[in-house]
């Protein structure tokens, strides 16, 4: 049998979990959750070598974690919260060093202390392990889990000083509740205010040789190339007074510079690094923000005036993937093609890639059609949107012919030029693909709302399918003018979903294009019509039924021979 994926979620499933599984050597996938299973976890559940994701959550299961559960070395995702479950957490599970998108261990009967290895998990992107009984001190290993986007640490007994980096930081408050004996950023509470008997004994503000072999052991090597990475750059660099020496997580006034280069050798002289990573240190700065990175205006003391797009770190410190950062830079310079951006030079910082732009005076795409009256002189009228449509379907058949899968396709992705030429932005965060498979592994929380393909939410892959079916949805957008999804009513809309659902509300194809548009004249209110078609096909809920993306241009340009300006 060569059963990748069984879902048997939202059933009710009782009894022990079938050992039968355990032979479907080939599953990536097993979603058992939300059934009424009441059984022990088995112990030959790592047997299947290539399992994935690993979902047992809310369930009634009971017994301990396996030690064994450490073997699932592929592991992308582990979900076992709301059960039964008793005894520690094992230590083993730090030894699954693929984990990146959840670990969800909450509302179990687990005790004991956070095991210090799981501070191995510096991929892992959410950690759960709230509403259980778990005590002691949150590890100083901890502060390696440098991808960690979203903690929930509530209702627990633990104690001590909250570690003090961006991780933990930049989580709310409700994440560390009702602990009482927890203190420090960002709970607001001093450890002077935690009484004695709350806060267990510690040597927090030591790193014993254990501690460090817990966070480095594992790349001890690439630790140690960095440092010397660090060293030769900081003798090559300008000498910066007065720098002061910051825990991680802390805002710094003069930015620690690894190294940085300007390609374009008309800007050399322009450019000033330091200024660059300063600006994005501003808030007043930032234009916008995704799901991978957030775009900053940079002044520089030249009067030239630029575009940074700061990488946000998810599944990845600077410090193991600076080398893999700088040779995709400089791979993708040697890119070239109208309607794709990408960047004139870049700095690596001690914690985020900037990357470096000119200066794109129009704005994005979603800014010129969702918020006209920003940006009152361009106004986009239907043969604007359609060029800027066909731009971008050409800059996506460049993108696949070099096998490189778009990761964030969305309407906020594509800015425009003096002309609204469209230029496809954050190449730069996409993959580089083998051309004989044209897909890669997903990372945790890929995607915009309203762009994301169906299929992402199982098969854990991006694919050049999944580019097309974002790119259908940009195109509904520019023709209902409505965002690709809608939260106005604070339930959130689909657009996707509504453009499909029109029939069943009665409205006719015309009835959900943006009147304003379709109604100045009979051709573009053809083009729109036969674009809406094509948008149909881009959007099929199976990958396999859309088109290719030079298919796409050409459905485009047979739509394009026709007139596209109104007639008196």
């Excluded at 004695?196 to 090597?221: C, D, Q």
């Excluded at 002044?299 to 700088?326: A, E, F, H, N």
């Excluded at 899968?405 to 993959?431: F, V």
């Amino acid at each position: 049998m060569n059963l990748q994926v069984l879902m048997l979620s939202e059933n009710l499933l009782r009894g022990d979990i079938p050992e039968s599984i355990l032979q479907i050597r080939s599953l990536e996938i097993l979603d058992l959750s939300n059934n009424r299973f009441n059984g022990t976890i088995p112990n030959g559940i790592c047997d299947i070598a290539q399992l994935q994701k690993l979902l047992l959550d809310r369930n009634f299961i009971r017994g301990v974690i396996p030690q064994e559960i450490g073997r699932c070395r592929e592991l992308l995702e582990l979900k076992l919260g709301s059960n039964n479950l008793t005894g520690t957490i094992p230590s083993q599970i730090g030894h699954m060093h693929n984990l990146e998108i959840a670990l969800n261990l909450s509302y179990n009967h687990l005790q004991g202390q956070l095991p210090p290895e799981l501070g191995r998990l510096i991929k892992l992107g959410s950690l759960d392990i709230s509403n259980n009984n778990l005590t002691g001190n949150i590890p100083d290993t901890f502060i390696g889990m440098v991808g960690l986007i979203v903690i929930n640490m509530s209702n627990n007994q633990l104690s001590g000083k909250l570690p003090k980096c961006a991780s933990f930081l930049h989580n709310p408050a409700s994440s560390y509740l009702g602990n009482r004996g927890l203190c420090g950023e960002p709970l607001n509470i001093t450890c002077e205010d935690i009484p004695y008997r709350y806060i267990a004994v510690e040597n927090n503000n030591k790193f014993t040789y254990e501690t460090i072999m817990y966070i480095f052991g594992p790349s001890l090597l690439a630790f140690m190339l960095f440092a010397a990475v660090v060293l030769v750059n900081r003798v090559c660099q300008r000498k910066v007074e007065n720098v002061p020496e910051i825990e991680c997580g802390e805002t710094i006034k003069e930015p620690s510079i690894i190294s940085g280069k300007v390609f374009a050798d008309n800007l050399r002289e322009e450019v000033d690094l330091e200024a660059v990573a300063k600006a994005t240190l501003e808030e007043s700065n930032k234009l916008s923000s995704g799901t991978f990175s957030a775009l900053y205006k940079a002044l520089m003391p030249s009067g030239v005036v630029l575009l940074v797009r700061k990488i946000i770190p998810m599944d990845m410190t600077i410090m193991q993937r600076q080398s893999k950062i700088i040779s995709e830079l400089h791979r993708l310079i040697k890119l070239s093609h109208e309607h794709v951006m990408k960047p004139v030079g870049y700095v690596i910082c001690s914690d985020a890639a900037l990357l470096i732009y000119q200066y794109i005076s129009c704005g994005t795409l979603a800014q010129l059609l969702h918020e006209p009256a920003m940006q009152p002189e361009y106004q986009l009228d239907w043969p604007a949107r359609f060029s800027i449509a066909m731009g971008i379907a050409k800059g996506l058949v460049f993108l696949h012919q070099k096998a490189i899968i778009h990761l964030d396709i969305s309407s906020s992705n594509i800015l425009l030029d003096a002309n609204l030429g469209p230029l496809i932005g954050d190449i730069e965060i996409s993959k580089f693909l083998d051309q004989t498979k044209g897909s890669a592994s997903i990372v945790p929380y890929v995607g915009s709302f309203g762009y994301v393909p169906p299929e992402y939410a199982y098969t854990m892959r991006v694919t050049a399918a999944g580019n097309i079916y974002s790119f259908g949805v940009i195109l509904l957008e520019m023709v209902t003018s409505r965002a690709a999804f809608d939260e106005g009513n604070g339930e959130g809309v689909d657009l996707v979903k509504w453009v499909r659902e029109a029939g069943a509300r009665g409205e006719s194809p015309e009835q959900i294009m943006d009147a304003t548009l379709s109604s100045v004249c009979d051709e573009w209110r053809k083009e729109m019509l036969d674009t809406l078609k094509v948008a149909f096909f881009c959007t099929h809920i199976r990958p396999k039924n859309r088109p290719n993306i030079n298919n796409v241009v050409g459905m485009l340009r047979a739509i394009r021979n026709q007139i596209d300006f109104c007639v008196d």
